[in-house]
């Protein structure tokens, strides 16, 4: 079994920047994606950014330039840098992990709030 636990959001104003950290634990293959999403009150779940172990980093359009996904494949743990972050930023952040070895997992997402 798989599980992901995400961790770093909170409180920022328009302009600042977080870190979030997602760690995998569990029996995990050789290769996995993990990612993160992010859904707004009232909004569906959206894709923000995810990588691969062995592909290039995707970002959504909207974060592409301020946001960095980055990943220790030692330590199963993704990262996601926000800077110059906006009101719409905000959101419930989530995790994903990803394989064909198991079906996909989520966290339970971690709190993220920009505003002034």
């Known amino acids: 079994q798989v599980q992901v636990v995400e961790s770093g959001g909170g409180l920022v104003q328009p302009g600042g920047s977080l870190r979030l950290s997602c760690v995998a634990s569990?029996?995990?293959?050789?290769?996995?994606?993990m990612g993160w999403y992010r859904q707004a009150p009232g909004q569906t779940r959206d894709f923000v950014a995810d990588?691969?172990?062995?592909?290039?980093?995707m970002y959504a359009e909207a974060v592409k330039g301020r946001f960095t996904i980055s990943r220790d494949s030692a330590k199963h743990t993704v990262y996601l840098q926000m800077d110059e972050l906006k009101t719409e930023d905000t959101g419930v952040y989530y995790c994903?992990?990803?394989?064909?070895?198991?079906?996909?997992?989520w966290g339970q997402g971690t709190q993220v709030t920009v505003t002034s």
């Open positions: 994903k992990i990803s394989s064909p070895a198991f079906s996909d997992t």
């Open positions: 569990g029996s995990i293959p050789s290769f996995y994606i």
């Open positions: 990588i691969s172990t062995i592909g290039t980093p």
